[in-house]
């Protein structure tokens, strides 16, 4: 099975629900780093210090999109936010 995104989802299950001020955040991250991006924001999510969840693109989206980089999403509840 060839997967297109990884998930983390936040350990909190109090996070607030989504408004109207709920957004994502895009990181567009070259593939030799993505490896070490994606542990700082998986294990930020996990423990509570980030959005609701997160994912980043796999190595099988990457080349059926022909590009050198990687996409990782950060869901938060304003979209405004991010902590890096």
């Known amino acids: 099975m060839k997967y ?3 998930y983390a989802v936040r ?4 996070y607030p629900k989504d408004t109207l001020f709920s ?3 895009l990181l567009f991250v070259d593939y030799s780093d ?5 542990n700082i924001i998986r294990t930020a999510t996990i423990d509570g210090l980030l959005g609701n969840s997160s994912k980043v ?8 999109m022909n590009t050198r ?3 990782i999403c950060v869901y938060n509840k304003l979209y405004q936010f991010i902590t890096v």
């Not at 350990?11 to 109090?14: H, I």
């Not at 993505?34 to 994606?38: H, P």
């Open 69 to 71: 980089s990687h996409v």
């Open 23 to 25: 957004g994502k955040n």
């Open 57 to 64: 693109s796999t190595k099988y989206q990457r080349k059926q």
């Open 4 to 6: 297109l995104m990884i």
């Open 34 to 38: 993505v490896d070490a991006k994606w």
């Open 11 to 14: 350990n909190d299950v109090n």
